[in-house]
Structure formats: structure tokens, C-alpha cells
């Protein structure tokens, strides 16, 4: 089979055998609005050779702006109940193929105030379920894919029963690009350590985010944060928020993500003392071939 | 004397009679950076005419990018504090003058965690102070200045005790000029007193503003907010988090600001009990003769 990530900036390709072990891997900058109308060209070409006969999808080419776009399958679900929410279809410029979508997931929690906002993934569902097999025991499991639009992932019994979303990453660039913050920053500087952690206390503190903010320029105006640790003190800052809103209070976190973003959520984690397990992110073409499984395509 | 209100992006004059009476005011956009090296200049043309004596500003003219920099006077400090805290100094170009500045003022609290960080404000103290009269007793008052950077100011016994900055209209501005939340809203759109209300309900709720930011996005994808009504509802998850960091549980608010700005304020401090008394922004002139008086400069 054929498992292709495709997301909105990249689109990677995997030939699978039939026990899910990849044979061959490529991938392009195909970014999904540059993509608009020849998504189909644009696939063919990149995996062009390869004759599988099944070709199955994740990401947000099954969004609104992708090239179909698939409804969400609402928590809780498994890789059964999300496997039948593919959508199958053909394409004429793959003749004898059958195309699969996976689609993203869709969660509506009420808290204690009755209060609820709607909760949406694509993508980073099928990178969960190519991480089942790796967590221990039946749960419930606490997972964190940090980024831009950080997601935040409860797991029991095989199923995904919560989303939270938490828009971390765009906060950082926004307030870094964009701010009277981010005239204050040395934006090439590396990360600091110990910045990073007074931004994690910081947010520990009293006031909330839209004043706590501001202690960026304050402390750099008395002498106490430099340009050059501004930027990780306000990362610090942001994590500490989402680790606020969505952390357990005990127990353990299972991060999936790049080295350097799951090393700092590991620090942040450790400073309110919960356990953090760190998962390389290239789980999709895992995910993918539970889902081709589930739905009897292979194997 | 004349009372000299001279902030970021404008300048504005007032002619006092003794008993601080606005005998003639004038302004001028006078942005800070584009006045660096000629402030005597600008100062001179502006109040061409006006033959008083002293001269009393205000404002970001004071910091390190204005005309020069006044030290900040830490709280608590009342009028006469304030005053002895004026840079008094001279200008070629209007002999025979005086010059005063009028100092910003900084806070460092500390919470029940030990965690604090620096508090600053330049014109602020000199709005509050124009309002002291107006204040019922000896307080505590709670005082709110909305804006880009929002001030809380606490009063007691005719002394400024407490700041607190909350960045709400910069992270509002920020989130819909260049997030992707600003890509769905129809930034034209007026006032959507629902969808305020319905912002300030989410604020309330758990997940954190990092997290809660992401319902503009997922109530537009399930068709629960129109364009039109997402900046409204940005506006209220924002005040709302302003509010759950920095209102009081319960008691009055002095707010300090347009009338646009205040009304969206009183709104949201009545959603969640508070009483509000709204005053007319236009307080620098009064405070500016109180200080001149405590520095024993007029009456």
C-alpha cells in the first residue's frame, strides 16, 4: 500500500508492505493551496513507479481547503470507527487505484461551568494511532503533540476520547514578528535555559497571560532579561499558560514532536513534576497502515 | 501655566488659569520618534502665544525615546511624591520658561508564590491623579484604564498603591490583523454585544486563553459564528481573561477611557457583578495643575 501525510505545507509519501514496514520514502513542498485543483497530478507524479493498489491519506488534504473534504468522526473513537469514516474514491489519472482519505476528529466537551467549545484535529489523530501499540496498558494516556496549534490527546482502551487544542506556537510568532515585544528580542539568539524556566515560574504566578505579557518588556526595561534570553522567557512564558490550561496534575505526558520542541516541554513538565515520555514524530505511516488494516486492505 | 499632555502619538496643550480652569487647548499629531531631536521646537510652535511661566508635561515625553528621561517613582505615592519626582529643566528656544516632567511610576508586587515581576506607566498617574477629587473617600478604589496596554490602578488615602498592565487591545489587535483567526473575521464589522457576552462566558470556562483562542476558529467550522460576530467574541474571551487575571471579586471599578472602549467594559465587569462608574478620559490637564500646585508652582 501507499500512506501519504499530507499536510498544509508538505506532502510525504510512504510505500508500505503489507506488514506496514516502509520499503521507500519521499516527500515534497507541496503546499496544500498551491495545490488547489491538480491534486491529483501532484500525486501521481510523486509516486509515480510505485503500483500499489490502495492509497491511503491523512491530513489536511480531507479539510475544507484540501482536495475532498471528509467529515470528523467525534471522540470517542478507535481505529475501527475512524477507519470507516474514510472516505474512498478514484481518480482517472490513477486508474485501477482506490484513494482513501482518513478523516480528522471532532470533540465537544462540557466543563464543570457548563461552558464548551467545539475541539478539531486532522492528521494528528492518525499520528496517535500509530502510537497505540507503543503506550502501556489500557489508560487513560496523556499525549501532547506541541506546535503551533499544539494538540493535546486523551487515549483509553485503543480509543481517542479527548482533544484540547492550544494555540501556543502561533502566539510566540505573532508576539516575536508582530509586537512591541518583539522589538525588544534578539530573534536569532538560541534558547536559554534558565530564561525558559523564569517565563515557566512567571506563568505560575498571579494575573493572567494578557498581563504576565508584559513582563517581557518590563524586565528587559529594568535590566533583568536581555534581548537575547527575551525570546525563550516568552516561550517559557506561553508553554507555562498551556501547561496551566491543559496539563494533568500528576502522571505522565507522551510527547510526540521534533527533538528540540519535545526537550522543552520535557523541562516544562519536570518543573511542575510530571513524567514526560518523548515519541519520534513520524508515526503517520504507522497510523495509516492500522487504518488500511482496520478497514481490510491489507493484511 | 500650560499642562502639556505628550504621549506615543500625540500632542496636546492646555492653557490653565491658576485655579487650573482650560482657558485654550490646541493638539497636534506629534508622534514621539518623528519629534526626536527638535522636541524644543515642536513644544515652541504648538504653544506660540501662550506667555506663562511654566510649563508641565506628561506622558511618554518622559522616557528613554522622549524629550529626556524622568526616573520612575515606585508606589506608593501620592500628588506630592509625584511632584518632587518632576525633572524641572530649561530650553533655549523658550527663555525665560520653566520645564517640568512629570515622572512615570513602577510597582514591583510580589504574589502568595513569590513570583513577581516589574509594573511601569507613564501618564497614567497623572489621569488618575486629575480624578483623586472625584473619588468617594478614602478607598480602596479600583481604577481601569482599557486600551492597548490596559492599567489597573489601585487608590488609597490619595496614593497610587498597585499596578497591574494587562497587553489586551495589543493581543487583539495582533490575533486579527495576523493570526489565522484574522483570516475568517470581517474586521469591519461592528459592535456584537451576543457574541462579546458569549467571549466572556468562554473566559470563564477551563483550558486556559492559549486554548480557549482556538474556538474563534472551530465555532466559525461548525457554522456557530459568522465572520461579523468573531472580532466581537475575540474582544470578550480577551477582556474576560483581563478580567479573571486583574478585577477585584467584588466592589466597583473606576473605568478611565473612551466612551466605545468603557461601555464594552462595564459590560463585562456587570457579567460578573461588579459595579462600574465610567469617567471622561480627558483627566491629564487636572492632574497636571495638581501637580503643579503640589510643587508650589500655582495657587
Known amino acids: 500500500m501507499i500512506a501519504i501525510d499530507w499536510g498544509t505545507s508538505s506532502l510525504r509519501a510512504y510505500r508500505l508492505d503489507a506488514a506496514g514496514k516502509v520499503l521507500a520514502q519521499r516527500s515534497t513542498p507541496a503546499a496544500l493551496l498551491a495545490c488547489q485543483g491538480r491534486f491529483e497530478a501532484v500525486l501521481a507524479e510523486q509516486i509515480d513507479g510505485w503500483s500499489d493498489a490502495h492509497i491511503v491519506m491523512a491530513g489536511m488534504i480531507g479539510s475544507r481547503n484540501g482536495w475532498r473534504e471528509v467529515p470528523y468522526v467525534a471522540c470517542p473513537a ?64 496523556t499525549l501532547c503533540l506541541p506546535g503551533t496549534h499544539s494538540k493535546w490527546i486523551s487515549v483509553e482502551h485503543g480509543r481517542i476520547t479527548r482533544i484540547h ?21 534578539d530573534k536569532d539568539a538560541g534558547d536559554d535555559e534558565a530564561a525558559f524556566a523564569r517565563g515557566l515560574q512567571t506563568s505560575r504566578g498571579s494575573g493572567g497571560l494578557p498581563n504576565q505579557l508584559f513582563s517581557v518588556r518590563t524586565l528587559g526595561l529594568f535590566g533583568e532579561l536581555s534581548g537575547a534570553a527575551a525570546p525563550s522567557y516568552l516561550s517559557g512564558l506561553l508553554v507555562g499558560h498551556e501547561l496551566n490550561g491543559l496539563a494533568p496534575a500528576t502522571g505522565t505526558v507522551h510527547l510526540i514532536g521534533s527533538a528540540a520542541l519535545t526537550r522543552r516541554y520535557e523541562r516544562a513538565l519536570a518543573a511542575r513534576g510530571l513524567q514526560a515520555i518523548a515519541h519520534a514524530e513520524a508515526l503517520t505511516a504507522r497510523g495509516l497502515h492500522r487504518l488500511a488494516r482496520a478497514r481490510g486492505l491489507v493484511g
Chains 1, 2 share one sequence.
Do not use: K, W
Open 78 to 141: 478507535g481505529a475501527d470507527a475512524i477507519a470507516a469514516g474514510m472516505l474512498a474514491f478514484e481518480a482517472p489519472a490513477l486508474p485501477g487505484r482506490q484513494l482513501f482519505i482518513a478523516p480528522g476528529m471532532s470533540d465537544r466537551a462540557v466543563d464543570l461551568q457548563n461552558i464548551g467549545t467545539p475541539e478539531v484535529m486532522r492528521g494528528e489523530e492518525t499520528q496517535v494511532l500509530g502510537l497505540l501499540d507503543d503506550l502501556p496498558g489500557a489508560g487513560p494516556h
Open 165 to 185: 487544542t492550544a494555540m501556543t506556537g502561533e502566539l510566540y510568532a505573532l508576539l516575536t514578528q508582530h509586537s512591541l515585544l518583539g522589538a525588544l528580542m
